[in-house]
């Protein structure tokens, strides 16, 4: 829903009367601004401890209600490992992996595959410390 501005003037002459038909326009469009950025807004869906060499199995949210998975990795001395994973082209079996952007990252990368709608394994690189998963855009 696209909220459409409205022209407000002082009553001295020609001027706009404060009406409950134009305070609930107001209202309506706050609302619908807010509906939407809740539908985009990250929700943290699981904080998992690492694991190292073999796949971990997690039990997470129905991840279905999301269109991506972000997957955040902190670790020691170590910027934001951010991992995409699309869930709107999730299948079981299907592995994401991703790494730091700059050269050498071994040991900073992330390994997540798709198992279900409400389970995931994941693996990670030796100085990842911590996983959060948030879901992004409600499907």
């Known amino acids: 829903m696209s909220y459409l501005k409205q022209i407000w003037r002082d009553l001295v002459s020609g001027g706009t009367t404060l009406t409950a038909d134009r305070l609930n326009h107001m209202e309506d469009g706050i609302a619908a601004a807010n509906d939407a950025w809740d539908s985009v807004a990250p929700v943290l869906l699981a904080t998992l401890p690492p694991a190292r060499g073999t796949y971990a199995e997690a039990s997470v949210p129905d991840i279905s209600r ?11 001395e170590l910027p934001t490992l951010l991992v995409p994973v699309p869930v709107f082209r999730a299948a079981p079996g299907r592995r994401f992996h991703s790494t730091l952007p700059a050269g050498n990252a071994t040991g900073y990368e992330a390994n997540i595959e798709y198992v279900s709608d409400t389970k995931i394994k994941y693996r990670v ?10 879901g992004i855009g409600r499907a």
Do not use: A
């Not at 690189?125 to 948030?134: A, L, R």
């Open 66 to 76: 999301y269109q991506w998975l972000y997957v955040l990795g902190l670790g020691e």
């Open 125 to 134: 690189g030796t100085y990842i410390t911590s996983m959060d998963i948030y």
